[in-house]
């Protein structure tokens, strides 16, 4: 049974989701030839369930993703910060298991995934850290990063100083539970 919510806390707003809308509106009118009476020849028609078998559930992501933006939120619970965005994503970071968070700019790679700008969802590769699992507003810039054991977490809170005050006194204070280094851990204590 999950802890309760001791507080949540909604992202910074962004306009990323009109990149989203964009992209689904893209896909939708490549898709639209497939379904229109007589402009496949007959001959062609595995094309159009080729087409089709591609096209549908990559329109279906979109929209469920863009459905599910206003529901991304940061809670804190007793024992862990659960980041959301709707049904697809859904992290949960324990407590005990993080030894650094810091506010960083990160470098955006090549590679594909759900980034754009204003937007970053699910796990995105960076050149310089390699990969997070974001649930952020912004792609690259101010991103709020959490590391817990091997894993990195990306966040964009709107109220970024109620967040750290609120995760501060959560945050494990034993030294054990702190690697040599975890300085911002440290700082966000009010230790120095």
Partial sequence: MPSPVLMSFKPSRSYGWLWLVGLTALVAVSALPLVMPGVVPPDERIAVWIGLAIM???????????????????????????????????????????????????????????????????????????????????????????????????????????????LRPLLPRTPSARPAGAATVARAHGED
Avoid: H, N
């Avoid at 599910?68 to 859904?90: F, H, K, N, Q, W």
């Avoid at 407590?95 to 700019?105: C, E, F, K, P, S």
């Fill in 56 to 166: 549908v559930p990559l329109l279906a992501y979109l929209l469920v993703t863009l459905a599910s933006l206003p529901a991304m939120r940061y809670d804190l619970t007793a024992d862990e910060i659960v980041l959301s965005c709707g049904p697809l994503y859904r992290y949960r970071i324990p407590y005990a298991q993080i030894t650094d968070v810091r506010r960083t700019t990160l470098t955006p790679t090549l590679w594909s995934s759900m980034r754009m700008p204003g937007l970053a969802i699910g796990g995105v590769p960076y050149a310089d850290i390699g990969g997070v699992k974001m649930c952020a507003t912004r792609m690259s810039r101010d991103i709020l990063l959490v590391t817990a054991g091997k894993r990195r977490y990306g966040l964009t809170p709107a109220d970024e100083a109620a967040f750290m005050a609120a």
